[in-house]
T-cell receptor
Framework: DAGVIQSPRHEVTEMGQEVTLRCKPI?????LFWYRQTMMRGLELLIY????????DSGMPEDRFSAKMPNASFSTLKIQPSEPRDSAVYFC??????????????FGPGTRLTVL | AQKVTQAQTEISVVEKEDVTLDCVYE???????LFWYKQPPSGELVFLIR??????QNEISGRYSWNFQKSTSSFNFTITASQVVDSAVYFC?????????FGAGTILRVKS
């Protein structure tokens, strides 16, 4: 079975540009999570969806960040406009059951974003 | 508030040594789950183990073992006879509801 798929794997852009990160969760999983990893702040949860509905976006740093999940097999994280401090590795993860502490989360390979 | 502390920022050992990674957590909940993840140099996060708050039995899986002590709010991870391939960043995490709260991670370097 395919794991969580993220694209692109690497993105280099200039400050002010729009960036869109994409994620395909594991088929049949009902929860999807977006994380950001930096040296300074470690792994931070940005937002998560249960059954395609955003449940908690308290980790989204500011209005420049937005996330959507139009269907069970696709999600996007958009940054507009991007800034150098957004440079990080962005991970998408999915888990089987919604509203459950029990399930482990399966992580994608990450997108390494560099904003110049 | 929930919090996970991994006090060891970096550990270096020589191959075949045993090594223990510490994890201390804080939560007011009575039901919760604890996890360990491994992040090798390739960057992906790999699930290692899940433990629920009602199960304090230690667990062993090959060279890996986990010691959960509710009395000290600790969930430590031991690698026996470490190998170079164990070099990675290891994260401890706490779950309540749907969310995972991660510790800062411990960098493990195993030298040959």
């Amino acid at each position: 079975d395919a794991g969580v798929i993220q694209s692109p794997r690497h993105e280099v852009t200039e400050m002010g540009q729009e960036v869109t990160l994409r994620c395909k969760p594991i088929s049949g999983h009902n929860s999807l999570f977006w994380y950001r990893q930096t040296m300074m702040r470690g792994l931070e949860l940005l937002i998560y969806f249960n059954n395609n509905v955003p449940i908690d976006d308290s980790g989204m740093p500011e209005d420049r960040f937005s996330a959507k999940m139009p269907n069970a097999s696709f999600s996007t994280l958009k940054i507009q406009p991007s800034e150098p401090r957004d440079s990080a590795v962005y991970f998408c993860a999915s888990s089987l059951l919604a509203f459950s502490s029990y399930n482990e989360q399966f992580f994608g390979p990450g997108t390494r974003l560099t904003v110049l | 508030a929930q919090k996970v502390t991994q006090a060891q920022t970096e550990i270096s050992v020589v191959e075949k040594e045993d090594v223990t990674l510490d994890c201390v957590y804080e939560t007011r909940d009575t039901t919760y789950y604890l996890f360990w993840y491994k992040q090798p140099p390739s960057g992906e996060l790999v699930f290692l183990i899940r433990r629920n708050s009602f199960d304090e039995q230690n667990e062993i899986s090959g060279r890996y073992s986990w010691n959960f002590q509710k009395s000290t709010s600790s969930f430590n991870f031991t690698i026996t006879a470490s190998q170079v391939v164990d070099s990675a960043v290891y994260f401890c995490a706490l779950s309540n509801g749907n969310k995972l709260v991660f510790g800062a991670g411990t960098i493990l370097r195993v030298k040959s």
